[in-house]
């Protein structure tokens, strides 16, 4: 099914989402340290504006196609690169991009804690708080890091795998 899965997309994306299927963004990863995470592209070429750490999701850039990846979170799958590469597992703290998690290890208090573990495909901050923006939005973030960090276990993987896997098939992402 994977591969016929990947078929799909590769025939599909030049009809609706021209331009190169998979995207690679600098992320803070274990350690504070930068890797590159894979995702399939959802999103047209910025106009040369950065978005800053605390700004809300360029809206306007999804593309059709990309909006479809999205709500069903197919555009995390290539992260499984990230994942047999050893940069990050399947649960854990989701990683920021490595410029706006340099912002928030100054301005978030705890923010660099959640970085003692290797970030995840999916985490407990990603099914109970969801996508944030803003100061408060990432505060709540890292305190469902913090959380899970604290509460690790494989009977809450287990259910946070479950969670996901819901949101998924119920298409119910960001």
């Known amino acids: 099914p994977l591969v016929f ?4 997309l590769l025939v599909l994306n030049p009809m609706l989402n021209a331009g190169p299927l998979l995207f690679g963004e600098t992320r803070m990863g274990r350690n504070c340290l930068p890797f590159t995470a894979y995702k399939f592209r959802t999103m047209l070429p910025c106009n040369g504006e950065k978005r800053g750490a605390f700004d809300g999701l360029e809206h306007a850039r999804i593309t059709r196609f990309g909006r479809v990846l999205r709500v069903m ?5 290539p992260q499984i690169i990230n994942v047999l590469r050893g940069e990050m597992s399947l649960i854990g703290p989701r990683p920021d991009s490595f410029e706006h998690a340099q912002v928030y290890l100054r301005q978030v208090p705890d923010y660099a804690l959640r970085h003692r573990i290797m970030p995840g495909i999916s985490g407990f901050a990603q099914i109970k708080v969801g996508y944030v923006d803003g100061l408060e939005g990432i505060k709540r973030k890292v305190e469902a890091d913090l959380f899970y960090m604290k509460n690790a276990s494989f009977r809450f993987d287990m259910w946070i795998t479950w969670r996901t896997l819901c949101v998924v098939l119920g298409a119910r992402g960001a």
């Open 5 to 8: 899965f990947a078929a799909v």
């Open 73 to 77: 979170r197919i555009d995390e799958v």
